[in-house]
């Protein structure tokens, strides 16, 4: 079992960064992909980013490319997902994932990943 809590969500200005944290609990998540999702209202979950359990493998959506960066520390065992750039489309709640994913086709699913935090929410005001 894997327990994620993520924190760092808040209200910026568009142009400014935000950075987010998913701190993990079980000694599995070293060994596991890790991905961060959003949700905004009225909208479906849509991902963002993954990591591979390595760190060696990063993967973005098109629309968060070039401004958020992902990363973990498998020896704290967290991740983070740097947020730059940050436009009112941006808003949402977001979600740090992490589970058995493998194939790169299969990061952008939500259904490979088991574990789910409970969602830090981040607002860009215009």
């Known amino acids: 079992q894997v327990q994620l809590v993520e924190s760092g969500g808040g209200l910026v200005q568009a142009g400014g960064s935000l950075k987010l944290s998913c701190a993990a609990s079980?000694?599995?998540?070293?060994?596991?992909?890790m991905g961060w999702f959003r949700q905004a209202p009225g909208k479906e979950r849509e991902f963002v980013a993954a990591?591979?359990?390595?760190?060696?493998?990063?993967y973005y959506a098109e629309s968060v490319e070039g401004r958020f960066t992902i990363s973990r520390d498998n020896a704290k065992n967290t991740g983070d997902l740097q947020m730059n750039s940050l436009k009112p489309e941006d808003t949402a709640v977001y979600y740090c994932?992490?589970?058995?994913?493998?194939?790169?086709?299969?990061?952008?699913?939500?259904?490979?990943?088991?574990?789910w935090g409970q969602g830090t929410q981040v607002t860009v005001s215009s």
């Open positions: 079980g000694r599995t998540f070293s060994s596991i992909a």
């Open positions: 994932a992490a589970g058995e994913v493998h194939s790169k086709n299969d990061y952008v699913r939500r259904p490979r990943y088991t574990y």
């Open positions: 990591i591979s359990w390595s760190g060696g493998a990063t």
